[in-house]
């Protein structure tokens, strides 16, 4: 994982992945792989937006610069969870036998998409997410990312009476305060709830600090079959147990109920079986959970999708102190997207090698305790949030 910035001056996005690719590579013969880019039989590339990097086919690009020519690879691209497709599908390649050892590799590079004459990228880089929504309907009517989960978070409340601005507070103020301990992480900040409370309104009821800053960055990771696993003699490996997604409705006033996101609990609830796990208690089945809190709203709804808490527990559970580094279930304890910030397309194998450093016991300032050897990273994103992906991984306790 390289550090999450706002901008990187000096480094192309495809400079970007090559320098995660290295790391991955460094980490999985630190455990005794020795293996080089030659042995990656497959990558699967996870690059959300083609405007971000001014790139239309980014991926190739890459393949060429990192010495995977003469070989597959595959773009995934799904909104925000884009990093946790691009996992799923590696694990495809592997599981199927296509692959031994393949690549997931994501990248993002927001601040390359520009005004050229004013030199501001903020105004351009809302605009390219917008074009992910509906462009009959929705696009000329101002939806944006804020205000779609806006929606959700509102009718959540409406029905359940939270989360409220304080509790979405809290998200904040943890994640902020857990990215303190993460050096890779681009907004480390120790902040109260009424600084949250009192930072400007991007949506309502969303503030500034509510919300995830967009971010440059890159994440990799190297999926090995067990059988090379084995040959490889790799020390202390880290299972994919269990891999779910779904995507929901994109047109959000098409569902049932608005302050549902579906697509949360159908890839949990996959996931879960496919591991082997019980939906219902997952809490007490797993250690710690990296969430998809690109808005702190969007976090505390998903404690309850993703069955930590009932349905409209999830602000009592924040209030009561149950997802922070040493409550119940630890949740982003990297400092999340609002900790570290969100490279789109790396953030959820950013996440999901968080996950990874915490069962491993190298998680360094911000690790939490281990017990049962399980973690899970989540994934959503899209118009509506409309994909979401769950990761299931356990160590090699766990799996004894």
């Not at 460094?26 to 990656?40: M, P, R, S, V, Y």
Request: with cysteine.
């Amino acid at each position: 994982i390289t550090p999450f910035k706002a901008r990187y001056l000096d480094r192309t996005y495809f400079e970007l992945a090559y320098d995660a690719t290295k790391l991955a590579l460094e980490d999985a013969n630190k455990n005794g792989a020795e293996i080089t880019h030659k042995d990656l039989q497959s990558t699967v590339y996870g690059i959300y937006n083609e405007l971000f990097e001014r790139q239309f086919m980014p991926d190739i690009f890459i393949n060429s610069y990192i010495g995977m020519n003469d070989k597959p690879g595959t773009r995934i691209a799904s909104g925000g969870a884009t990093g946790g497709y691009t996992v799923r599908m590696a694990f495809a390649e592997v599981a199927s036998g296509l692959s031994d050892l393949c690549l997931c590799l994501g990248v993002e590079k927001c601040a390359d998409c520009y005004d050229e004459q004013t030199g501001a990228a903020t105004p351009e880089v809302l605009n390219a997410i917008a074009y992910s929504v509906d462009m009959t309907y929705e696009y000329p009517m101002g939806m944006t990312a804020a205000s779609s989960y806006v929606s959700m978070v509102n009718a959540h409340f409406e029905e359940f009476g939270n989360p409220t601005e304080e509790q979405m507070a809290l998200v904040s103020v943890k994640n902020h305060g857990n990215a303190m301990k993460n050096p890779k992480a681009q907004s480390p900040m120790e902040i109260t709830v009424d600084d949250v409370l009192n930072s400007r309104i991007i949506c309502y009821p969303f503030k500034l600090l509510d919300c995830c800053l967009y971010s440059e960055g890159s994440a990799a990771l190297i999926l090995a079959s067990e059988e090379k696993v084995k040959e490889l003699k790799v020390e202390s490996p880290i299972w994919i147990t269990g891999v779910g997604a779904a995507n929901s409705d994109c047109f959000i006033g098409n569902r049932e109920d608005m302050g549902r996101l579906y697509s949360n609990i159908y890839a949990a609830k996959v996931a879960y079986k496919m591991a082997g796990l019980n939906y219902h208690n997952i809490k007490e089945q797993i250690d710690v959970a990296e969430l998809h809190d690109a808005f702190s709203g969007q976090e505390v709804i998903s404690y309850e999708e993703l069955g930590f808490v009932p349905f409209g527990d999830g602000g009592k559970w924040i209030e009561s102190g149950g997802s922070i580094l040493d409550g119940e279930l630890p949740c982003c304890p990297s400092g999340g997207l609002i900790g570290c910030g969100h490279a789109v397309g790396a953030t959820g194998i950013m996440s999901t090698g968080e996950a990874v450093l915490q069962l491993k016991g190298k998680a360094g300032k911000h690790q939490v305790k281990i017990n049962k050897g399980r973690a899970i990273s989540h994934s959503i994103g899209g118009p509506g949030a409309a994909y979401a992906a769950v990761i299931v991984m356990e160590n090699e306790e766990a799996q004894k």
